[in-house]
């Protein structure tokens, strides 16, 4: 994908910098973990500095000094699940500020211009995020209205030249909804591409969080959505595992909060990818001797592991030698330092499994 802030070659995992900043880490250590782009939330910076604000500040790539591509998500996701008391009418929807419970409203012509003034380089149009429980008449009005909003969004996107407010290309990506249901899933891909956007993203409450129900929507519409055109499974990335199975149902863009949140909590991967088969039938699996593909730096066996996190893996924590028994105890004391060493190692190894994902599709397209 080109953008104004550079490429980004796929398949990719995309940090989540929910407010401007992936959390634990400064830009440089971002930068540091080979992130092609990161992802903003429209929700949470719309409320937190403020569009004002950040327009002033010359938008989120400036504000946080961040040269490279930033996408940014449509703040549907978030005004459902954080507000408490959101309000879904026709023409958008009518929610509190989870901070102080100030009210707001977010229409698709707001969201989309929300994320102008953020300034992302991509954006989406605004949808409304489908639980896995609704039932096949809820569903269908939401899916309704999520296409209504998305023609909504790509209009109010062409009225204003497909710009953001600093004068710099936006691409569009449509979201593709329908709950758990089959048809409307696939009415919906079909939908989008024949309103057609730059990308498609996958989106509802299943999407990344029910790793079954994942790969069933993916594979209820993977023959509907274009080849050329790149497809985002949003919120997938809890694990390894994730990653590598939605790659080979020909998915392209992945994030999750998952790998700063395990950090924090002690949990960190390890293991590797592996190839299975030769020639066309070679298929990469992730192997770990842990459960999870991931260990628990709190564990007492661990204060005297004098290994590093990963033999594989090069980020700045492994490849400084800061070892695992070392890591156990700045955890154990809550030592800031932790956070910061345990976050980087956890984005850059997700980061890497998609760079060796990307060079087996290189390899494997270069042999046929």
Known sequence: MTTPHGNVETPIFMPVGTQGSVKSLDTADVE???????????????????????EKLGGLHTFMGWGKPILTDSGGYQVFSLSGTSEIQENGVAFKSHHDGSKHFFSPDTSIQIQRQIGADIIMA????????????YARQALDRTHRWAVESKQFWEENKKLSSYGKYQALFGIVQGGMHEELRQESARF??????DGYAVGGETIGYNRK?????????EHILPTNAPR?????GLGPEDIVQAVLLGFDMFDCVGPTRLARNGSLYEGRLVFKGKGEAQTPVFKSSNANGRISISRKEMALDTTIISPECDCYTCSSGYTRAYLHHLYRTKELAYYRLASIHNVRFMIRLTEQLRKWILDSSQEN
Request: with cysteine.
């Open 32 to 54: 540091h973990t080979k992130a092609q782009i990161i992802l903003g939330n429209t929700y949470h910076l719309y409320l937190r500095p403020g569009m004002e604000r950040l």
């Open 126 to 137: 605004f949808d409304e995020c489908t639980p896995d429980a609704a039932d096949e008449a």
């Open 192 to 197: 989008m591409v024949e309103t057609g956007f």
């Open 213 to 221: 129900g994942t790969v069933q929507v993916m594979e209820w519409i």
């Open 232 to 236: 985002y499974a949003m919120g997938a």
